[in-house]
């Protein structure tokens, strides 16, 4: 509170709190100041909240549900090596920031975005589908694996068991019957639990090699995508959110103005604080 920066950042929340007819916009503009408050060493972040303060009551309420729930689907991926219980996480996490609502669509909210500063527009590139991105940052989910009692993959069980003192099994392949593969979204989610059970890094790297040699911890089995995707859009919030995501009208980024609004309003619509914050 003794830093003018900040009291001016205060102020400028005043304005805009006084200037909005949405209860909705008080509790983004608290959260942006706690933000502030919490990450004023970081100079793009400050200026970042500094640009969104300014920029609340103006923006749109379904282009601010549209912001928040694309910079959620970008950065959030299952972490659960089970498919089914990994995407019902992403499922519930998901609906909590859509709000069961509608969805923004064509170009017009993006431009709005554009507008205020929140998002780049970009004709040049094109998004990948949504069941295409997220299978990239899990691809434990869709890993080649092994046939089921194979020999290689007995002999690396062992591995880890005897030499590493880690006890993993594999279990049924999802979406590839008669085969196994490890319960894990990737060697990334393996050497992360790891290092979250007190193995240092070089021991988790050195299990990891291990088992992504034997199961192909990282090697995706492209032809197992369109059966991936089915399962994905069995669950309501993320077959809306595909949908959605697949028929964006136009390239965008996120900037660092947008990131802290998403970021904002998730806390606001998170009262449980169990989402992690969005970057």
């Not at 034997?214 to 089995?221: F, G, M, V």
Request: overall charge negative; charged content about 25%.
């Amino acid at each position: 509170m003794a830093d003018p920066a900040f009291q001016v950042a205060l102020r400028k929340a005043q304005i805009g709190a006084a200037s909005t007819e949405r209860d909705n916009d008080y509790d983004i503009l608290a959260a942006l100041i706690e933000d502030r408050a919490k990450r004023a060493d970081d100079r793009p972040v400050r200026a970042g909240i500094n640009r969104a303060i300014e920029i609340v009551d103006q923006m749109d309420s379904q282009a601010l549900r549209g912001l928040t729930v694309y910079a959620a689907a970008a950065q959030y991926s299952p972490l659960n090596g089970d498919v089914d219980e990994g995407l019902g996480a992403m499922d519930r996490m998901l609906e909590q920031l859509s709000e069961g609502l509608e969805l923004p669509s064509g170009r017009a909210w993006i431009e709005h975005l554009d507008v205020l500063g929140a998002v780049r527009q970009d004709s040049i590139q094109s998004f990948k589908k949504l069941a295409d991105y997220w299978t990239e940052k899990t691809p434990g989910y869709l890993s080649v694996g092994l046939p089921a009692g194979a020999e290689e993959g007995t002999a690396a069980i062992a591995e880890l068991r005897d030499v590493h003192r880690i006890s993993v099994a594999p279990v049924p392949h999802t979406f590839k019957p008669g085969y196994e593969r490890l319960p894990f979204t990737g060697s990334n989610g393996f050497r992360s639990l790891l290092v979250g059970a007190g193995k240092s890094d070089a021991e988790a790297e050195a299990a990891a090699a291990v088992a992504s040699s034997a199961y192909k911890l990282d090697e995706r089995d492209d032809s197992l995508v369109p059966a991936y995707r089915e399962r994905l859009c069995t669950l309501p919030t993320l077959n809306q959110i595909a949908g959605w995501w697949d028929e964006f009208a136009v390239f965008f980024s996120v900037t660092p103005v947008g990131s802290v609004v998403a970021r904002a309003n998730s806390k606001r619509l998170d009262k449980a604080g169990f989402l992690p914050p969005i970057e």
